[in-house]
């Protein structure tokens, strides 16, 4: 009744931004993201039948909001599976967590991947999809590697559904992280979709034009057209930041630095180099890359005033259990 998994961060080409108004953190849009390979979430977990609540431990930390949401989900595990015993659980990363780096992300595949081999109830992937999506919204997409469309709920679709569009190994790129800030960031992105949803002007534009931008990414990952999902990565992610700044209040996850490796990506995409920036609901800039770009981009960027740290990943696989007893 004991399992260990693994599972990486992935982030978005084409953002997850906004939920539904119903219960089970359901997204509002679909997304379209890449899972990287060398930062990664590990949880422990052991079933206990003389426990008589979960006993939680993410990074140290046995209470509080992170440890709340892993207890949730668990709940929600025992509600599906009809599992009935709390558990023991130790989770960690090897990267900064709440900081943009999608640790919500790696923590929630996981642990609902952790739970089911520990609990030996081999749920199906659309039950781990829903798990991990209520748990965090982008965690659904870790479960697998490479490049993965999730689909909200709508077109007769009642919950999110997750399909892997191609291998890691199909098209390696490369991604180079410039870590700007690794504090925490001052607002949540559960807290800020909220507002953009209720506050944003550009709010309904933003839903309904995504699943025309999720379409054209998936025809550029299919053709391996780098120029046109960089162009469209880019205005996808433009447009997400577009929705937080112009909520009330605002909110402004860029620092200056961020702004900075923005333009310094773009510039050297305009000087030959094939690289695209995308950030996410935090300061940090992640440039993805073709292969042979990779180091001139790493490069310019650690010479980015305000960039602290370098982190460099490729595409890795989905999340899987490593040892279980
Ligand atoms: C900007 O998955 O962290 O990274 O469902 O509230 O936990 P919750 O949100 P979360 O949001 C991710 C937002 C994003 C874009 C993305 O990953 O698609």
Redesign the pocket.
């Known amino acids: 009744m004991r399992a260990t998994a693994e599972a990486h961060p ?3 080409l084409i ?3 906004g ?1 539904l108004d119903r219960p089970g ?1 359901l ?1 509002a849009v679909g ?1 379209l ?1 890449i899972t990287l390979d060398t930062l990664r979430s590990r949880t422990v977990l052991e079933f206990d039948p003389g426990l008589d609540r979960d006993r939680v431990d993410v990074a140290g930390e046995t209470e509080g909001r992170a440890a709340e949401r892993v207890a949730a989900c668990l709940r929600d595990f025992r509600d599906r599976s009809g599992w009935p015993h709390y558990a023991r659980v130790e989770s960690g990363g090897n990267f900064p967590l709440a900081a ?1 780096l ?1 640790s ?2 790696s923590g929630f595949a996981a642990l609902v991947v952790a739970a089911d081999a520990a609990a030996g109830t081999a749920l199906p992937l659309a039950d781990l999809t829903r798990l991990a999506g209520a748990a ?4 659904a997409r870790s479960l697998h590697g490479g490049f993965v469309r999730l689909e909200a709920p709508g077109d007769g679709r009642e919950e999110i559904e997750i399909r892997q569009l191609a291998e890691p190994g199909d098209w390696p790129l490369e991604i180079v992280v410039a870590v700007t800030d690794a504090g925490a960031k001052p607002v ?3 807290e800020a ?1 909220r507002a953009s949803a209720a506050t944003s002007p550009y709010y309904e534009r933003w839903v309904r034009e995504q699943p025309a931008d999720l379409d054209d990414a998936e025809a550029a990952v299919r053709d391996r057209d780098f120029g046109r999902l960089a162009e469209l990565a880019e205005f996808n992610c433009l447009k ?1 930041h577009a929705l937080t700044l112009t909520s009330r209040p605002a909110v402004i996850y860029w620092k200056p630095a961020t702004l900075a490796c923005i333009h310094r990506v773009r510039q050297l995409r305009a000087d030959g180099l094939a690289a695209f920036f995308t950030v ?2 935090g300061p940090q800039v992640k440039a993805v890359c073709l292969p042979h770009a990779a180091d001139a981009v790493a490069g310019a960027l650690a010479e980015v005033p305000g960039v602290r740290e370098i982190l460099r990943c490729g595409l890795g696989a989905g999340a899987r259990v490593l040892e279980r007893e």
């Open positions: 992935n982030i978005a953002k997850y931004w939920k953190n997204p997304s993201s943009g999608a919500s992300a965090s919204g982008s965690a949540g992105s559960t979709m997400m996410d609901a």
